[in-house]
Nanobody, 121 residues
């Protein structure tokens, strides 16, 4: 059973930075893709960023420019570096593995429990 455990969320002032971590129970190289999603209260979950097995990355509109996804295969850990945070970045952030898409909508086979990020002005 795949387990993904996120950490690193919290409250931060606008303009600040946070780094989220996602530790996997297995070898992350075994996943075709991994990524980060977010879901603000009352809104749908959206892709923030994804990384393929070969290391190539993709970013959703919300992750473009200020966010950076990376991974450490030796530690089986996925990261999301978030800079210049804005109040609209406030959301629950989820780690995911084995992503797939239907058109422009992205989904995943495995999910973490999420970590809350709150950005205050």
């Amino acid at each position: 059973q795949v387990q993904l455990v996120e950490s690193g969320g919290g409250s931060v002032q606008a303009g600040g930075s946070l780094r989220l971590s996602c530790e996997a129970s297995g070898t992350i190289s075994s996943f075709n893709t991994m990524g980060w999603f977010r879901q603000p209260v009352g809104k749908e979950r959206e892709l923030v960023a994804g990384v393929e097995r070969d290391g190539s990355t993709k970013y959703g509109d919300s992750g473009q420019g200020r966010f950076s996804i990376s991974r450490d295969t030796a530690k089986d850990t996925l990261y999301l570096e978030m800079n210049n945070l804005k109040p609209e970045d406030t959301a629950m952030y989820y780690c995911a593995a084995d992503l797939y898409n239907s058109g422009t909508d992205y989904y995943a086979e495995h999910w973490g429990q999420g970590t809350q990020v709150t950005v205050y002005s």
